[in-house]
């Protein structure tokens, strides 16, 4: 049910005659899932639909959770993970930047030290919290 909204969501990015690649993102987070994150709500920066995975207290965010997939061509690809509480606030985001060329994967990592943490701060380009950290998008 849900992994095919995810297939479906990001096939939608597959523009032309264009070779088409596996994508995969995934999420970890040391928060406590069910109690301080509700959900999980992936925004690409081209015209999609937002994707929303539900989390509970069997949902393990330290092993990972995959918050999209699926095939897309060749380029940038731009999304913005956000982790939502279960009264619906924005307990935190990542944002995370993919030059796909071939099948690519990647694990978008927010720990509880990013809370709170305004970027950015260290300079221009590094606009995510990492470990508590300012890095650029690239860096996951």
Known sequence: MTRAFLFV???????????????????????????EVGSVVTRFERDLSPITIAVNRMTSLRRGVIAAEGE??????????????????????????????????VT????????GVACPSAGPSDT????GLCVAPECS
């Open 108 to 115: 978008v990592v927010f720990t509880r030290n990013c809370l």
């Open 72 to 105: 897309v061509s060749s380029g940038t690809l731009a999304a913005t993970l956000s982790l939502v509480d279960i009264g619906g606030e924005v307990v935190g985001t990542r944002r995370v930047v993919l030059d796909v060329r071939e099948d690519t994967g």
């Open 128 to 131: 995510e919290c990492l470990d």
């Open 9 to 35: 969501g990001l096939a939608l990015l597959t523009l032309g005659c264009q070779r088409e690649h596996r994508v995969r993102i995934d999420l970890k987070s040391d928060l406590v899932p069910g109690v």
